[in-house]
């Protein structure tokens, strides 16, 4: 199984800050990488595909880098509504794994 | 717009049978560039895959709850099935189904959009 790891596993952070997130995988998984937000009570929600992809419908604040086993989520001018759990998911073989989590709150 | 609701019992006894149901809408389980999977969320904890089934039929499991889990599809009722045996307290948490999208060669699989969730209780 490939293994992912996110770090840090929660950070606090300020309106307007710039938040870095990395998500590092066991194994290459070329772009085969997601991530998702979660907030409290409710489902998990698609920002990036591919690694980089931004999906329809979300912030160009937020965006994602990297390949092979190092990815970086990025945020950009956090906003109030980003105080949330972020995951990462390979998609390159299952068992389709996800990261530990990473918890964004208020500073 | 797509969506996808989970329903099913909120409570198990431990070593019950839990059948979960996901029912689909805005798009086929006959569509080749999509399936549907299973993931769990114990609570506070990480999500966890469970299984996935595609447009012709082919499944997938996660290996440690391989033997304890079933997936089936109804393609005329919008319908994806996931059953587990022996169902445990630890087993205790939300359960999510998700459309599995960008299947095609070439493409990079995701989960969007997912479901509600539904709590899963396991105690006796």
């Known amino acids: ?107 | 717009q797509v969506t996808l609701k989970e329903s099913g019992p909120v409570w198990v006894k431990p070593t019950e049978t839990l059948t979960l149901t996901c029912t689909v809408s805005g798009f086929s389980l006959n569509n080749a560039r999509m399936g549907v999977s299973w993931v769990r969320q114990a609570p506070g904890k990480a999500l966890e895959w469970l299984a996935h089934i595609l447009s012709n039929d082919e499944k997938s499991y996660s290996e440690s709850l391989k033997s304890r889990l079933t997936i089936s599809k109804d393609t005329s009722k919008g319908q994806v099935v996931l059953t587990m045996t022996n169902m445990d307290p630890v087993d205790t948490g939300t359960y999510f189904c998700a459309r599995l999208s960008g299947l095609m060669f070439g493409e990079f699989p995701r989960f969007d959009p997912w479901g509600q969730g539904t709590l899963v209780t396991v105690s006796s």
Do not use: H
């Not at chain 1, 997130?21 to 979660?38: A, D, E, F, K, P």
């Not at chain 1, 994602?64 to 989520?73: A, E, I, K, W, Y």
């Open chain 1, 1 to 107: 199984d490939i293994q992912m790891t996110q770090s840090p596993s929660s950070l606090s952070a300020s309106v307007g800050d710039r938040v870095t997130i990395t998500c590092r995988s066991s194994q290459s998984i070329t772009r085969y990488l997601n991530w998702y937000q979660q907030k409290p009570g409710q489902a998990p929600k698609l920002l990036i595909y591919a690694a980089s992809t931004l999906q329809s419908g979300v912030p160009s604040r937020f965006s994602g880098s990297g390949s092979g086993t190092d990815f970086t989520l990025t945020i950009s001018n956090l906003q109030p509504e980003d105080f949330a759990v972020y995951f990462c998911q390979q998609s390159d073989s299952t068992p389709l794994t996800f990261g530990g989590g990473t918890k964004v709150d208020i500073k």
